[in-house]
């Protein structure tokens, strides 16, 4: 399925994964999706960084093709970033390669992830009154149990990323009561106990 040329999304491979397995570099690039271009300053006091480790991440995430100048904006020797893609996808082969570095840095960008969705989750539950009615009756949080081999949950992962996917571009997406909506999916198997 090809994506919107506004939502282009970067499928990493081991170089990717060791440019960007950096807790500051993932929720600096996690900033510039969410809020759009910004400086290295900006994004240092956003993230309660020094500016110089900013600067030093950004141009690390630039080398890996994450990020990239944003020209439109900023005058003088003020350097704007912005985000090359607006989301990431982690190669399958990746959790099957024998470099022990790229398990490494796998482990802590999906350990990364996975604090990030759960602060996410936790923020929404902690504001959840500041929404009316109708933003509460349409939030779920779920859980399911199946039982399935590996090729069924393949399948059912690439039915609800189609499923998504396909709510992406709606008319609605600027209707006057649309906000930004977070979906985790988190699909993993359990042993029995």
Known sequence: MSEPEEYLSRQLDPRSLRGLAHPLRIRLLR??????????????EQLGESSG??????RQLAAHGFVEDDP?????????????????RVDASLYENPDPEVRGA?????????????????????????????W??????SDFTLRLPPE???????KMHALI???RNIEEADAPDAERVRI???????HEN
């Open 31 to 44: 900033a510039l999706r969410r809020n759009g271009p910004a400086t290295a300053s900006q994004l240092a």
């Open 106 to 134: 796998l482990d802590i960008y999906v350990h990364e992830i996975a604090t990030i969705h759960t602060q996410e989750l936790s923020t929404y539950l902690g504001t959840r009154h500041d929404w009316d009615q109708t």
């Open 184 to 190: 985790h999916l988190h699909a993993f198997p359990q």
């Open 72 to 88: 439109t904006r900023g005058k003088g020797r003020e350097r704007w970033w912005k985000a090359g893609q607006q989301g990431t």
């Open 152 to 158: 069924k949950l393949r399948e059912l992962d690439e």
């Open 136 to 141: 509460l009756s349409a939030s779920d949080m």
């Open 53 to 58: 480790a900013t600067s030093y991440h950004l």
């Open 165 to 167: 996917e396909s709510y």
